[in-house]
T-cell receptor
Framework: DAKTTQPPSMDCAEGRAANLPCNHSTISGNEYVYWYRQIHSQGPQYIIHGLKNNETNEMASLIITEDRKSSTLILPHATLRDTAVYYCIVRHSGNTPLVFGKGTRLSVIA | SQTIHQWPATLVQPVGSPLSLECTVEGTSNPNLYWYRQAAGRGLQLLFYSVGIGQISSEVPQNLSASRPQDRQFILSSKKLLLSDSGFYLC???????????FGPGTRLTVL
C-alpha cells in the first residue's frame, strides 16, 4: 500500500471548516483513500473513503486531486467533539488490513 | 445493523499471567476480523487478521496468538504476559467488496 504524509497537528476554530491535507504521491490506480479518526481512549471511527471522485457524507467531504496524489478531508463546521487524531490511509480494497501512520492531531478551539 | 463487542473494557494483569480477550460481531456473516494494538502514545499496529473460521494471519511475531472458533468470534490470547504487552487492544471487522473496517470499543490492558 502507498505511504501517506500528514501534518502532525492542526488547530481549527469552532464553527469553521477544518481542512486536513494528505499526500499520497505513490498511490496506484486501484488504491482507495480512507479516512478514520480516533478520539481519545476510543477505537478508530470510519469517516469516509474514495477512489477518484470527490465524496460527501453526513460527517465530511473528501476532495481528491485529479492526479490522485493528494487529498483533503473537510469537516464543514468543526465542533469541540471533532478534536481527535485523523488518519489518512491508502489501501487496496478487499481483505487488506489498514496500515495506520501517525495521523494529524486536530484540536478544535472554542 | 452490525455491532461489535469487546470485553473486558479494562484489565490489569501481572507479568507471566495468561490473557484472553474476546471480540464478537453481530448482524453480519463471514466477516473479516482484525486485532490491532496501540501502545501508549503510539500508532495502531496490526497483530492478526482472519478471513474465515480457523484462518489466522499473523503480522508481528510475539507471544500473542489469535483464534477464530466461530464465524463471528475472534479471541486474542497469551500464555505468559510481558510488560511490553500493555496497551489498547482493538478488534475490527469488515465485509464485502468495499471492505471498510469498523472498530470495537477496545480493551485497555495494563501488565504490572
Amino acid at each position: 500500500d502507498a505511504k501517506t504524509t500528514q501534518p502532525p497537528s492542526m488547530d481549527c476554530a469552532e464553527g469553521r471548516a477544518a481542512n486536513l491535507p494528505c499526500n499520497h504521491s505513490t498511490i496506484s490506480g486501484n488504491e482507495y483513500v480512507y479516512w478514520y479518526r480516533q478520539i481519545h481512549s476510543q477505537g478508530p471511527q470510519y469517516i469516509i473513503h474514495g477512489l477518484k471522485n470527490n465524496e460527501t457524507n453526513e460527517m465530511a467531504s473528501l476532495i481528491i486531486t485529479e492526479d490522485r496524489k493528494s487529498s483533503t478531508l473537510i469537516l464543514p463546521h468543526a465542533t469541540l467533539r471533532d478534536t481527535a487524531v485523523y488518519y489518512c490511509i491508502v489501501r487496496h480494497s478487499g481483505n487488506t488490513p489498514l496500515v495506520f501512520g501517525k495521523g494529524t492531531r486536530l484540536s478544535v478551539i472554542a | 445493523s452490525q455491532t461489535i463487542h469487546q470485553w473486558p473494557a479494562t484489565l490489569v494483569q501481572p507479568v507471566g499471567s495468561p490473557l484472553s480477550l474476546e471480540c464478537t460481531v453481530e448482524g453480519t456473516s463471514n466477516p473479516n476480523l482484525y486485532w490491532y494494538r496501540q501502545a501508549a502514545g503510539r500508532g495502531l499496529q496490526l497483530l492478526f487478521y482472519s478471513v474465515g473460521i480457523g484462518q489466522i494471519s499473523s503480522e508481528v511475531p510475539q507471544n500473542l496468538s489469535a483464534s477464530r472458533p466461530q464465524d463471528r468470534q475472534f479471541i486474542l490470547s497469551s500464555k505468559k504476559l510481558l510488560l511490553s504487552d500493555s496497551g489498547f487492544y482493538l478488534c475490527a471487522w469488515s465485509w464485502g467488496p468495499a471492505d471498510t473496517q469498523y472498530f470495537g470499543p477496545g480493551t485497555r490492558l495494563t501488565v504490572l
